[in-house]
Each structure stands twice: as structure tokens, then as C-alpha cells.
């Protein structure tokens, strides 16, 4: 019997608690106890998100919130500066096209952080109604610098849109202190819920943004779903089930303390990164890893696509191969949500053989041995 | 203990059997078990849909695919016709609107279903892109004349876009046979599944009306979804969990066959209208009543929230109120998807407790003794 490891940053293991709560009857989504629930995700989610604010709960994957973010604060007439240095970044301008908005991409190369005085220099040259950014661009394994970008945007007419998909709860990220206007993320991801939802903390000052914009918007109309939060009530039809579960994860997340959850994320980062460090391989994003994934380059001529297989065929672990650009060249392993050390070390072990097979050398039991002693007790 | 019985059109109660089957560990969207899952769900929606056709998935709820309807096949310039007659009748116009493209309602009064000829009428006076329609009106109870709609727009270059998320599964539609363009439907209906996913079958006449249409979308983009569908595959991330029921279900339903749920949800409506007379209750849509759910007329005088309110608290048991305008006026109960017989006499007979103690005057037991009669053998 093959034991199965799902270890790809999205979707990532949803734990046996949350799969047995989403398994309960349906409930009707205007019947009292539903109104409840939602009331619960509420709190949870004003600890999550660090913010007073509300945030708004869409059935959708998380590009609907990224599109919907777009939507409903610009103008026909706005330009909007957007990260470019993976496959989401470049989603935002693709989004922004497909909109008329002008697009001002700050291309950066893959695997590499943007730098705040680019971004700043591109906001100086033009106003901008935002700038659109990933705080962990998946494809890359990479964080850009939200709090820096944060001092560029506050106080300023331009809005900060965060997409923090592969982020929100595996870092703290302060949404009212660093004045973000909005952050966004999807139920797949650190949440550990199935895919399905997508979620956005929206600020005040994103919220008057709205008032002005005149883009095309029905579903995604954030803020007639805004309007419906305080009768913990929806625009449309909720995914209950899907909500029933982020309860049981919120509720979860705050027992075992968010602080806890991203120390833990830190500390299994910092231990795959010197896993592969010892196996000699190098990381595709070294100068801004991510605490929620490791991107890692295939060794010289071998195809990280065969890495992908052989981990998932022969040892039962699937991880993910690189996207686009990227193909062939990385391979991504995740340490976020309901992921363990024993998760990654089976990861490591698995990564192992298949290392050997391929050809690459390195003495058996050393990535293992560094996982281990870089856990620390 | 009380037991609890959901009867409401939406969302319907989901089987054990699909609840467990959700519940297994989330497998990769990309991993090659999930293509073979997403092959087989491609198989059972061509039945479904009565086509050849394929059926685009989509996470979101059945509005999203109202709105992708629109969007995908409109110009700027277009002018769309649609049947007001309830409050997701009213939901086309809004989403027309929200586009800029002209919306022409062909107004009908709330419990009633559309006379083709009106319609006709509204084409006759000037071309239009599409007819916009639901299947089912799940505001009133009240279920319109597709085919006789299909015989006006089929071999003219007007489109009929059907919202059957009230019907499919209730329902014998001939997509392909009938000459439909878009019909569209949700999970949390006749399908017995969570809400969060919507699903549109596509005729070649509205992919080719897409090469044309130039208002905006991204997540909506039907082409998009359209293009990986053979690749057993998803623009965005699939809601993996909705979509491994949704093979469940279509599994079960194709054994238990396509005609004998349909002739069962037929059986099953006829009876809830024979205990409804029995009880001297009135039908909402007495002209053209669905065999999805039946909307009630509560006695004069009484609100029918009230009736509601009695019904869930006292007996467990949640049908639904009336919306916007029906509120208060009627109350409606679902027989569609996995909803028994039995559902059905206990829903009966927490009506018969209720409405005795809102003071109507029947004799006890007679809504019963006419649900029993008219459900036969």
C-alpha cells in the first residue's frame, strides 16, 4: 500500500477534523445557526486578516478576488503598476487588460524580489490608481516586500491590492498597521481547506475607491457583498460547506495561536531550504525565499518534470514542477497549513532516491540529516 | 432530539454517500487521478445535458455563470431580451445593465410562466442578441416553455440562454435536440451537492457568437474554461471536492437512470400540490407549477414567514419564505434531488401541525391522506 503525501503550495492536505465538519448535513444559508457560523468566521477572520475591518467571502477560486479587486476600484481611465516577475504577477496585468486599465508592469526576473524603489519610481513617473502584487509569488517561491511597498502606497491616492493566496497564515501581515488596502486570499492554501473560496480584507480607503469606480461588475461587485457582512448574511448563494470548514480551521488556527503557526511555517522553511542545500541543490528564489514554499532548480541537465514523476509514481509524494518560464527547471515543495515535519522529511526522503536515480551526487541520509538537525527539538 | 429536515429549492440535502466521498484526503488538480476523475464527470454531464457538447465547471455559485453567460456571448452595442417574472428573472436585467447592454424585460406577473408569443412579440420589434430565461422560476414556482422559446430562436442568430439551475436534474432537456444555447445550473439544486460550483453546457452557435462579443472578463471567460476541457483540465483551480461529489452523483444518477428521476420528481410535485388543495391552501403558480419546488399561497391573513419560523423551530422542518415581493405571501417546498417521499409526508405533516395553530381549517390528517393518495404505490 502506497501511503500518499500531498505537498504542492496549493492545494495543500486538508486536516481529517475539517473534512468531517464540511461532511455534516447541509445547513440552508439563511437559517439561523448558518447565520451564526458565519458570525464565528467573522471574529476568526478579523485575527487572521489583523484588522477591524471586515472581510468579504466569495465562492470562487482566488483569481475571482484578484479580479474582483481590479474591478471594483479602478476607473476606466486609471493605470495601475503591477509586479511582473512570475505567472500570477503577470495574471494581474492580464486581469487589468482584459479591462482596458492600463497596465505598467515592473518586470523583475523570475526568482527574484521586487525592489521598492522600482515600484517607487514607476508611481513617480505616473499616478497610479494601485499597485497590484503577490506577497509570495507561487511560481518563483518568492516574497516581495509588502511592508515596503505599504509606506509607498499610504497616505497617497494609490491603493496597495495584495494578493496573499500563498501567504495569509504563513506570515503576520499587519493590514491595518501597514495600511493595506486590500488583501486577498483562496481557501487552498494555508487555510487547508479545499479550493472554492476566495477571501478579501477590504479598507476604508479601498472601500471609497469603489464609489468612484465605473468598471463592468455583477458577481464580483465587492461591495454589495460588503453590505450583506453585517446581517452575516451573502450576495448569493454561500459554499456552506466550505465555510463550515474555515470555522472549524479559524477556530483551530486560533486555539493553536497564529503567532505559533508562522514560527512553525519559519522554522520548516529554514529546515527544507538547508535540506536542499545539503543534497547541493540551489533554490530558484535565494535571496526572498518563502516560508510557504520552497522552489527549488533541478540539478544541471536533469528535468525537474522527471523529479515531479518519479516522487509522485514511485514514492506516493506529489509536489509541483514549475510553471511557464519555469518549467522544467524547478520543482516546488509546500510547508504551509496542515503540513508536519514528518511530511517533509518523508518529502526529503522520497527526494532522496529520486536524486540518486537521476544521477545527482550526494552521500544517502544527508538531506535527511540536515532536515533534522535544522528542526532543531 | 429533533431530527432535521432541509426542503428548501436550494440548497437541497446532499446523500451520505457524496458527503463521504468529499471527505476524502484533496488530491493535486493537476495529478493525473483527478484527470480521470474530470474525464468521467465530462461523460456524465453529457447526459446530464442531453448533448454532445461539452459543459464547462466553474467555481462560483449558479450567478457566476448567469453573469459568464452574458459576458461571453454580448457586444457593447447588443440588445438582450428577458423574462421578468421573478426575482432571478429581474437578476438578467440587472446583469445586462451592469454590462451596458440593453436589456428589453418582457414583463410577467410574478406565479405566472411567459407566453412565447410575448417574447416572439419583443423579437419581432427589434433584433436581439439573446433571449435570457429560466427553466424554473425558483422565486414564483412557475416553469417557462423552453422548447416553444427554442422554436423562436433556433436557426435565427438570437440565442437562447437558459438558467435551469432549478431544473436540470428535474428535467428531461434536450440541449442539442431543442437547439439551446447556454443552459446553465448550479451544485446546490437538483444535483444534491454543496453550492459552489456552477456548470453551462455551450452550443457551437454561442461559441461562435464569443469569437464576436467584446465586453470584459477574465474569470468569466468561457473560452478559456472551454479550451482546457479536453485536456481534462481547468483555467483556474477546480473545486476539487465539489467536483469528486459531482462524479458521485452523476454515478448515482446514472444508474438509477436520467427518466426515472425525472418521472419521480414529477410523482413526487404532483403529490405536494394534491395535499396543498387537500389543506385548501392555494397554488402561487397554479398555470405552470415546477416539478422542482411548489410555491404556496399561506391562508389570507397570515404572513407566510410565520409559517416558516413555526415549521423550522417547532418541527425541524426548513422550507423557504417567499423573496421580494412573495415574501410573507407564500411559502415554497423543495421535491427535488435527494428529498424522499417520506421528506415529503413529514413535511407535510409539520404543514398540517403548523397551519392548525395559524388557525386554518382542515381536518387532521387530510394533506396527509392526499399526499399518501396521490404518491399511489
Same mark, same amino acid.
Given at each position: %500500500?502506497?501511503?500518499?503525501?500531498?505537498?504542492?503550495?496549493?492545494?495543500?492536505?486538508? $486536516?481529517?477534523?475539517?473534512?468531517? @465538519?464540511?461532511?455534516?448535513?447541509?445547513?440552508?444559508?439563511?437559517?439561523?445557526?448558518?447565520?451564526?457560523?458565519?458570525?464565528?468566521?467573522?471574529?476568526?477572520?478579523?485575527?487572521?486578516?489583523?484588522?477591524? /475591518?471586515?472581510?468579504?467571502?466569495?465562492?470562487?477560486?482566488?483569481?475571482?478576488?484578484?479580479?474582483? +479587486?481590479?474591478?471594483?476600484?479602478?476607473?476606466?481611465?486609471?493605470?495601475?503598476?503591477?509586479?511582473?516577475?512570475?505567472?500570477?504577477?503577470?495574471?494581474?496585468?492580464?486581469?487589468?487588460?482584459?479591462?482596458?486599465?492600463?497596465?505598467?508592469?515592473?518586470?523583475?526576473?523570475?526568482?527574484? @524580489?521586487?525592489? @521598492?524603489?522600482?515600484?517607487?519610481?514607476? %508611481?513617480?513617473?505616473?499616478?497610479?490608481?494601485?499597485?497590484?502584487?503577490?506577497?509570495?509569488?507561487? +511560481?518563483?517561491?518568492?516574497?516581495?516586500?509588502?511592508?515596503?511597498?505599504?509606506?509607498?502606497?499610504?497616505?497617497?491616492?494609490?491603493?496597495?491590492?495584495?494578493?496573499?493566496?500563498? @501567504?495569509?497564515?504563513?506570515?503576520?501581515?499587519?493590514?491595518?498597521?501597514?495600511?493595506?488596502?486590500?488583501?486577498?486570499?483562496?481557501?487552498?492554501? $494555508?487555510?487547508?481547506?479545499?479550493?472554492?473560496?476566495?477571501?478579501?480584507?477590504?479598507?476604508?480607503?479601498?472601500?471609497?475607491?469603489?464609489?468612484?469606480?465605473?468598471?463592468?461588475?455583477?458577481?464580483?461587485?465587492?461591495?454589495?457583498?460588503?453590505?450583506?457582512?453585517?446581517?452575516?448574511?451573502?450576495?448569493?448563494? +454561500?459554499?456552506?460547506?466550505?465555510?463550515?470548514?474555515?470555522?472549524?480551521?479559524?477556530? /483551530?488556527?486560533?486555539?493553536?495561536?497564529?503567532?505559533?503557526?508562522?514560527?512553525?511555517?519559519? /522554522?520548516?522553511?529554514?529546515?527544507?531550504?538547508?535540506?536542499?542545500?545539503?543534497?547541493?541543490?540551489?533554490?530558484?528564489?535565494?535571496?526572498?525565499?518563502?516560508?510557504?514554499?520552497?522552489?527549488?532548480?533541478?540539478?544541471?541537465?536533469?528535468?525537474?518534470?522527471?523529479?515531479?514523476?518519479?516522487? &509522485?509514481?514511485?514514492?506516493?509524494?506529489?509536489?509541483?514542477?514549475?510553471?511557464?518560464?519555469?518549467?522544467?527547471?524547478?520543482? &516546488?515543495?509546500?510547508?504551509?497549513?496542515?503540513? +508536519?515535519?514528518?511530511?517533509?522529511?518523508?518529502?526529503?526522503?522520497?527526494?532522496?532516491?529520486?536524486?540518486? &536515480?537521476?544521477?545527482?551526487?550526494?552521500?544517502?541520509?544527508?538531506?535527511?540529516?540536515?532536515?533534522?538537525?535544522?528542526?532543531?527539538?
Amino acid at each position: %500500500m502506497k501511503k500518499k503525501y500531498l505537498m504542492t503550495p496549493g492545494p495543500t492536505p486538508v $486536516a481529517e477534523s475539517t473534512l468531517m @465538519a464540511m461532511a455534516m448535513p447541509i445547513i440552508h444559508h439563511r437559517h439561523p445557526e448558518y447565520m451564526g457560523i458565519l458570525a464565528e468566521v467573522r471574529e476568526g477572520l478579523k485575527e487572521l486578516f489583523n484588522t477591524k /475591518r471586515e472581510t468579504i467571502i466569495i465562492a470562487s477560486s482566488g483569481t475571482g478576488a484578484m479580479e474582483g +479587486s481590479v474591478v471594483n476600484v479602478c476607473r476606466k481611465s486609471d493605470r495601475v503598476i503591477y509586479v511582473n516577475g512570475g505567472k500570477f504577477g503577470e495574471r494581474w496585468g492580464e486581469i487589468a487588460a482584459a479591462y482596458g486599465v492600463e497596465a505598467v508592469p515592473v518586470d523583475v526576473t523570475w526568482g527574484q @524580489a521586487v525592489e @521598492a524603489a522600482a515600484v517607487k519610481k514607476a %508611481m513617480d513617473e505616473k499616478p497610479a490608481r494601485a499597485v497590484l502584487v503577490q506577497y509570495t509569488e507561487t +511560481s518563483t517561491g518568492v516574497v516581495h516586500p509588502i511592508e515596503e511597498l505599504a509606506k509607498l502606497t499610504k497616505g497617497t491616492d494609490t491603493l496597495l491590492i495584495v494578493d496573499a493566496i500563498t @501567504a495569509l497564515g504563513v506570515y503576520d501581515i499587519p493590514f491595518d498597521e501597514w495600511g493595506i488596502d486590500i488583501l486577498l486570499t483562496g481557501s487552498q492554501k $494555508a487555510l487547508m481547506l479545499p479550493p472554492g473560496i476566495a477571501l478579501a480584507a477590504i479598507s476604508e480607503k479601498a472601500m471609497k475607491a469603489m464609489d468612484e469606480s465605473d468598471l463592468p461588475k455583477f458577481y464580483f461587485d465587492f461591495r454589495k457583498e460588503y453590505k450583506k457582512i453585517s446581517e452575516n448574511s451573502s450576495a448569493f448563494t +454561500s459554499p456552506i460547506t466550505l465555510v463550515i470548514g474555515l470555522r472549524e480551521v479559524l477556530g /483551530r488556527m486560533r486555539e493553536i495561536g497564529f503567532k505559533n503557526i508562522y514560527a512553525e511555517s519559519a /522554522r520548516m522553511a529554514a529546515a527544507t531550504r538547508s535540506a536542499m542545500e545539503a543534497l547541493g541543490l540551489k533554490l530558484y528564489a535565494p535571496s526572498a525565499p518563502s516560508n510557504a514554499l520552497t522552489a527549488v532548480l533541478a540539478p544541471e541537465g536533469i528535468d525537474a518534470q522527471k523529479i515531479v514523476k518519479i516522487m &509522485r509514481e514511485d514514492y506516493g509524494v506529489t509536489i509541483a514542477g514549475g510553471q511557464a518560464q519555469a518549467k522544467g527547471k524547478i520543482f &516546488r515543495i509546500s510547508h504551509m497549513g496542515h503540513v +508536519s515535519q514528518w511530511d517533509l522529511l518523508v518529502t526529503v526522503g522520497a527526494l532522496e532516491k529520486t536524486l540518486a &536515480r537521476v544521477g545527482q551526487k550526494f552521500e544517502s541520509g544527508v538531506g535527511c540529516a540536515a532536515l533534522m538537525k535544522a528542526l532543531g527539538d
